[in-house]
């Protein structure tokens, strides 16, 4: 008998305002046209003047939480995964928990930009089943577009903002070894940094800072890298894309869902495609897409899923869990 830990709910929240492609080249040089056959987006959201990535992140917990039909104070860990915090210090994490009224467990930060909510995932698995906590909230929230120059059409065009969020809970287990949350593989190579990042921080200019990238660079890797990664979980399982129910992938261009998925032998009708409705939301893209594909009905109750993601860092990973 070990323990093992288990997703029992999901949920997601976007800001109201929305922000089009068309809204967007009234700002700077592009169309839809070319923004859509490069990425595949069509929209993004925005967050509201003064609304934070606490309170994205906490709208994301709470409709998790329902879904879940599990009491915030049974939670005794949370983990969010996001780039863009409310303060320095302390922790984004930490607010949520004030707001969800949660006075108990622990609750902290990890950043791993896109790669974020995976690196959650991993956490709080291992935290639960090595018997340190037994309700945990990974969440992954941003407000990314407070880090864009609006003014470089090779970034402002690809990012959004938003939340989502899985509720994951330990328990003794001694059957199926593929249940629950299975595995990850999760990397870096800051070698590769200079590629996409930030130009500002707290230590190095006292300031915030812009996305920067060299995109086509990037796309090359997130292919070779996210494969990689897709190919250690079929080679510790055994198992291959076609045992694979529905592909979640980071929701950051089309092309490279569909490079990767080729790659790895996912028929197409397997992956979950967001990018449209909300471009890339950085950590919060895989629970929005995950939490899109249980609220549509289409993964359920017993699906294998495989997600991946690659950010800034570079970051990069894999997970396999069954719902």
């Avoid at 045992?243 to 032998?265: E, S």
Wanted: net charge negative; charged share 20%; aromatic share 6%.
């Amino acid at each position: 008998m070990a323990r093992r830990s288990f997703i029992r709910g999901t949920g997601g929240y976007l800001p109201e305002r929305v922000l089009t492609n068309d809204d967007l080249s009234a700002l700077v040089e592009t169309s839809d046209e070319w923004i859509q056959e490069r990425t595949g987006i069509k929209r993004r959201h925005i967050a509201a003047e003064g609304e934070l990535t606490s309170d994205i992140a906490t709208a994301a917990a709470r409709s998790a939480l329902e879904a879940a039909g599990i009491p915030v104070s049974d939670v005794d860990l949370i983990v969010l995964a996001t780039t863009t915090p409310d303060q320095t210090f302390p922790a984004t994490a930490t607010a949520v928990q004030a707001k969800l009224g949660m006075t108990g467990g622990a609750a902290f930060d990890v950043q791993a930009v896109c790669s974020g909510f995976l690196f959650a995932l991993a956490t709080a698995d291992s935290m639960l089943k090595q018997g340190l906590f037994n309700t945990a909230l990974v969440i992954g929230a941003e407000t990314f577009t407070r880090i864009l120059d609006w003014s470089d059409r090779g970034t402002c065009v690809l990012f959004g903002d938003g939340g989502g969020a899985a509720v994951l809970q330990a328990e003794e287990w001694d059957g199926d070894k593929l249940a629950g949350v299975i595995t990850h593989h999760i990397r870096t190579d800051g070698t590769k940094s200079d590629l996409l990042y930030v130009d500002g921080g707290v230590s190095s200019t006292g300031t915030i800072g812009h996305v920067r990238m060299e995109g086509n660079r990037v796309f090359r890797h997130a292919v070779t890298n996210i494969s990689s990664a897709i190919q250690s979980i079929y080679d510790e399982t055994g198992l291959t894309g076609d045992d694979i129910d529905w592909f979640v992938p980071h929701q950051a261009n089309k092309r490279i869902l569909d490079g990767v998925a080729k790659k790895m032998n996912i028929a197409e009708e397997k992956v979950i495609v967001t990018v449209q409705e909300h471009a890339n939301t950085s950590a919060a893209s895989i629970p929005l897409a995950l939490n899109h594909a249980v609220r549509s009905g289409r993964a359920k109750k017993g699906d294998l899923i495989l997600s991946e993601a690659m950010g800034g860092g570079f970051s990069w990973g894999a997970s396999l869990f069954r719902l």
